[in-house]
């Protein structure tokens, strides 16, 4: 059983379309936090969100973190070829433990 | 300046044999993690370290052993491979086990023939 289900799988679009994905459980989680994966690399940390209804943005991204602390997304404005990359979101129930969601694979072309 | 590096970076090696990947943080972080990325890219915890000590170890096969001879490193030791070990393992720290974000290595592409 996935904890954290994200949505869509796959996207594909092109250079200046924006976009949102999603990132879901029936879990609560104390924080989430989203990373982005380029190939042969590790995934890079993005951004935390800890307060329920949380709004973060990085340039042209936008994190949210849902009220009751079990869902996230993740919406990219005016999406650029530089933000192609797999996009993992991941929750911490356990202190000790950070668990992944599934992935969403983004390819922005031009 | 590499913070999480591991070695090496890709491992083909016939099943049976026993392999080890390396790993080491130089970013002064207490607790240190392996995970498994599959095909689907999914991303599973194997093990996790704090401070030398063994804090999770998530239902992996006895063939997976972790060894930490201090907090700066964390080695991964696997016997008897399977062609079911062929993956991306990587290595990671973190400050604490709090918020904090984890800093990942780039990842040892492992498989198995």
């Known amino acids: 059983t996935q904890l954290l289900e994200q949505s869509p799988q796959f996207l594909s679009i092109q250079e200046g379309e924006n976009l949102t994905v999603y990132c879901n459980s029936s879990s609560v989680f104390s924080s989430l936090q989203w990373y982005r994966q380029e190939p042969g690399e590790g995934p890079v940390l993005l951004v935390t969100v800890v307060t329920g209804g949380e709004v973060k943005k990085l340039k042209r991204l936008t994190f949210q973190f849902g009220d009751a602390r079990k869902d996230s997304s993740l919406h990219i404005t005016a999406a650029q070829p530089g933000d192609t990359g797999l996009y993992l979101c991941?929750?911490?129930?356990?202190?000790?433990?950070?668990?992944f969601g599934t992935g969403t694979r983004l390819q922005v072309t031009l | 300046d590499t913070a999480v590096s591991q070695t090496p970076k890709y491992l083909v090696t016939q099943m049976g044999n026993d392999k080890s990947i390396k790993c080491e943080q130089n970013l002064g972080h207490d607790t240190m993690y392996w995970y498994k990325q599959d095909s689907k890219k999914f991303l599973k915890i194997m093990f996790s370290y704090n401070n030398k000590e063994l804090i999770i170890n998530e239902t992996v096969p006895n063939r997976f052993s972790p060894k930490s001879p201090d907090k700066a490193h964390l080695n991964l030791h696997i016997n008897s491979l399977e062609l079911g070990d062929s993956a991306v393992y990587f290595c990671?720290?973190?400050?604490?086990?709090?918020?904090?974000?984890?800093?990942f290595g780039s990842g040892t592409r492992l498989t198995v023939v």
């Open positions: 990671a720290s973190s400050p604490t086990r709090g918020t904090y974000g984890y800093t």
């Open positions: 991941a929750g911490r129930r356990d202190p000790s433990k950070l668990t």
